[in-house]
C-alpha cells in the first residue's frame, strides 16, 4: 500500500496587484477531510495579522475556496476573498491597529497555508500541511514614482508604465495628515497619473481653510506634466479630502477638473475637531450633523460643472455621509446641476471604504488633529462582510466612474 500524497496547494497569481482576486485550490487531500486554510501577513509595524476558514474536502478530495463553503473561522460561506478582506490581528496583538501599507515600492506578503482538521488559535505552534507565499501589489510593473516637492507642494506622483499621455488625478485623504501613497499607486496601475499629496499633517488643524492656491498649484503639477491629457484631469477625495474637493470644484476660477470622486465626505466646514467619548471611542458623526442646518457653514455645490461621484456608508460614525449626501443632492437639483450627481450607499458600512480586500476597521488608534498628540480610539462604523462587499463593489464603480469620464472620447456624464 502507497504511502499518502501531501496535499498540493495552488494559490493564483501568487504575484498581482491588491484589487486582484485570488483562486485558492487544494488538491490530493483524503476526501471528506476538515481542513483550515489559514492567511498569515506580518506587517511594517512587525505586527501579525491572520485570517482563516474551516472547509471540509469533496470526493475528490479537493477545496476550492471561491466555490465551497467555509464552516466557520474569520468568516462563513462561500467566499473568494475571506482570507484577506477577513484579516485581524492575531490573539494578543496591541488594540486598535490598522493595516496600511506604507512602502508601495514593496508588496504585502501573505502566507497561505493548509492545516489539518478545524483549527482556529496557535497556528504559529502547529506545522502546516503545505503553504505558498502570495506577493500582493498596490504599484504595477512599470509604473514610476517621483516624489514632488515643487512650487511648495508636497506629495509623490505615481505614472503608468507606457508612452501616455494619461489622464490625471489629483489624491488627497483626509484628517490624519501625512503623505498616504497606495490608492495613487494603485490608480496608476490602473492608468491615471495619480497625485498622492500631503496637504497637512496632524499638528496643522488650525490651518484647515488651507491656501486655496496650494490645491490650485497641485492640480495644474498634474495638468502641465508632459504625461498628462491636459482636460482630462480629476480630483479624488476621501473623508476631510472629499471636502477640499468639493470646495475646489465649487470656488475655484482656475482649477476645472474633469470629474471628482468623494468618498465618505461632507460639504460643511467643521469649526472644530473635538470629539466626544462613547463606549470609550470617539465618535465625530454626532457632532457635526447640526452644521446641516447652518447654509453659511456649506461648500455651494451648486457651482460644481462637472461629474461628482459620491461613495457613502450608512453606518459612518465619523460624518454624517448619508445626510450630506442627500443634502448635496438638494442642492444640486435646486441650482440645476443634479444631472452630475451619481450617488452610492452601503448599508452597514462605515467610514474607511478602501480598495477591495482591505481589512475593516469598526475602529481604531487615530492622532486626533486638535486634541495635541493625543492618540485616541475612534469609531469608524462598519460590519467586517457588507463593509467589505461594498469596498469591492465601489472600487468597481469607481473605476467604471473614471473609465467613462477621463478616459471616454466622448462628452462626460455622470450616470454610471
Given amino acids: 500500500m502507497s504511502p499518502p500524497t501531501s496535499p498540493i496547494l495552488s494559490v493564483q497569481p501568487t504575484r498581482g496587484l491588491v484589487d486582484e482576486k485570488l483562486k485558492v485550490v487544494v488538491e490530493s487531500l483524503p476526501p471528506g477531510s476538515p481542513v483550515t486554510l489559514h492567511s498569515l501577513h506580518h506587517s511594517e509595524d512587525e505586527d501579525y495579522w491572520e485570517a482563516f476558514g474551516h472547509y471540509v474536502s469533496d470526493f475528490r478530495g479537493m477545496v476550492s475556496v471561491s466555490e465551497d463553503l467555509s464552516f466557520g473561522g474569520t468568516y462563513t460561506g462561500k467566499e473568494d476573498m475571506g482570507l484577506l478582506w477577513s484579516m485581524r490581528p492575531v490573539p494578543g496583538s496591541r488594540k486598535g491597529l490598522r493595516l496600511r501599507k506604507m512602502n508601495v515600492c514593496s508588496p504585502m506578503l501573505h502566507n497561505i497555508s493548509v492545516y489539518s482538521g478545524h483549527v482556529s488559535e496557535g497556528f504559529r505552534e502547529q506545522t ?10 498596490y504599484m504595477a510593473p512599470g509604473v514610476k514614482r517621483i516624489d514632488i516637492m515643487e512650487k511648495g507642494v508636497r506629495g509623490t506622483l505615481f505614472i503608468p508604465p507606457g508612452p501616455g499621455p494619461f489622464p490625471g488625478l489629483l489624491d488627497m485623504w483626509g484628517g490624519g495628515g501625512g503623505l498616504i501613497e497606495y490608492r495613487s499607486a494603485l490608480l496608476a496601475s490602473h492608468g491615471y497619473v495619480s497625485l498622492a499629496m500631503d496637504y497637512f499633517n496632524s499638528q496643522e488643524l488650525e490651518s484647515a481653510d488651507l491656501e486655496f492656491k496650494y490645491f490650485e498649484t497641485a492640480f ?19 473623508s476631510l479630502g472629499s471636502l477640499v474637493t468639493m470646495h475646489v470644484a465649487a470656488e475655484s476660477t482656475i482649477v476645472k477638473p474633469r470629474c471628482c470622486i468623494c468618498v465618505s465626505g461632507s460639504h460643511f466646514y467643521p469649526n472644530t475637531f473635538f470629539c466626544i467619548a462613547e463606549n470609550n471611542h470617539h465618535v465625530w458623526r454626532d457632532m ?30 465619523n460624518v454624517p455621509a448619508d445626510e450630506c449626501a442627500e443634502d448635496i443632492a438638494l442642492l444640486m437639483n435646486a441650482a440645476g446641476n443634479g444631472h452630475l450627481l451619481s ?17 475593516h476597521f469598526r475602529a481604531s488608534n487615530f492622532k486626533a488633529a486638535g486634541v495635541a498628540t493625543k492618540t485616541v480610539m475612534l469609531l469608524w462604523g462598519g460590519q467586517t462582510k457588507p463593509h467589505s462587499d461594498a469596498q469591492e463593489d465601489a472600487w468597481r464603480k469607481i473605476l467604471s466612474f473614471l473609465q467613462h469620464n477621463l478616459y471616454s472620447s466622448t462628452p462626460p456624464r455622470a450616470k454610471l
Fill in 128 to 137: 502546516p500541511l503545505t503553504s505558498v507565499l502570495v506577493e500582493r501589489w
Fill in 220 to 238: 495644474n503639477i498634474i495638468k502641465e506634466h508632459p504625461q498628462v491629457i491636459p482636460d482630462r484631469v480629476g480630483m479624488f477625495g476621501l
Fill in 288 to 317: 457635526w450633523i447640526h452644521l446641516l442646518d447652518d447654509p453659511s457653514k456649506k461648500v455651494d455645490v451648486g457651482k460644481i460643472n462637472c461629474p461628482i461621484l459620491l461613495v457613502n456608508g450608512k453606518d459612518d460614525q
Fill in 343 to 359: 450617488r452610492v450607499l452601503y448599508p452597514d458600512t462605515g467610514h474607511l471604504i478602501e480598495p477591495p480586500y482591505s481589512p
